[in-house]
């Protein structure tokens, strides 16, 4: 961890452990700029190795825990490191949710239910949240990463390919992303969007962040 950093670990669904996470942060720096909501479960965890299902055949335990890490854990979140950012009147909020919650980007074929469901309310949240903090000069805005790699992505992505199934060509390191969050953590609503949601692969070739190609292990 770098110098000055504060290294936590924690439950995002668990009320104490948030409560925690939030006095242990305060107490150290004393103030929240910027919330970036990056914790999850992917479909991979609750369905390995390919993480594929037919919805009919998933139960409501699946969902139950889905939701409550991806949904009701961020909310967790956001509900605690808001709070100095509305007193500040400064603030910035993201959430990450996936490319394919939204029509141009669907990709039923995946069979990725819950997570997609999750990541699809994220995103309804986020739009909403952003116009409610909007006076508050919070901004609230979702990402979607490109393909990245991930917590056990090979072995997904194999398990997918030996399936027949569609797998990305390649995938991106993870840093990949980073200058899409840089950037929205260092504004608010007075100077930067809020309400948004951002493909982080389109953003980083309008802004010369570099293209998917060049973010490629064995091109970095």
């Keep these: ?3 000055g950093a504060l290294v936590l670990e924690g439950d995002v669904s668990s009320d104490e452990g948030m409560d925690a996470a939030y006095e242990a942060t305060i107490g150290r720096f004393g103030a929240v700029d910027a919330l970036i909501n990056n914790a999850a479960l992917l479909q991979n965890h609750l369905f390995p190795p390919s993480g594929r299902v037919n919805v009919l055949d ?3 335990e699946d969902w139950e825990k ?3 890490v991806n949904v009701l854990g961020t ?4 509900r605690r490191f808001v709070r100095p950012m509305i007193e500040q009147r400064r603030g910035s909020i993201v959430n990450f949710s996936t490319s394919g919650t939204v029509p141009q980007y669907f990709r039923p074929g995946s069979q990725e239910q819950p997570y997609m469901a999750s990541k699809a309310a994220i995103l309804s949240m ?9 006076d508050k000069n919070v901004a609230v805005n979702a990402v979607f990463p490109g393909h990245s790699e991930m917590t056990g992505w090979e ?3 194999r398990a997918r ?3 027949g199934l569609w ?5 991106q390191v993870p840093e990949h992303i980073a200058p899409l969050i840089l950037f929205l953590a260092a504004h608010d609503t007075t100077n930067g969007p809020t309400g948004h949601f951002i493909h982080a692969d389109e953003w980083n070739v309008r802004h010369g962040a570099g293209t998917p190609a060049s973010w490629l292990r064995e091109n970095r």
């Design 167 to 171: 797998t990305p060509t390649s995938r």
């Design 161 to 163: 390919r030996e399936m």
């Design 155 to 157: 072995r997904v992505d």
């Design 58 to 60: 998933t139960s409501d």
């Design 1 to 3: 961890a770098r110098a």
């Design 75 to 78: 909310l967790k979140v956001i």
């Design 66 to 68: 889905m939701l409550r």
């Design 126 to 134: 986020s739009i909403y949240l952003a116009e409610e903090l909007k």
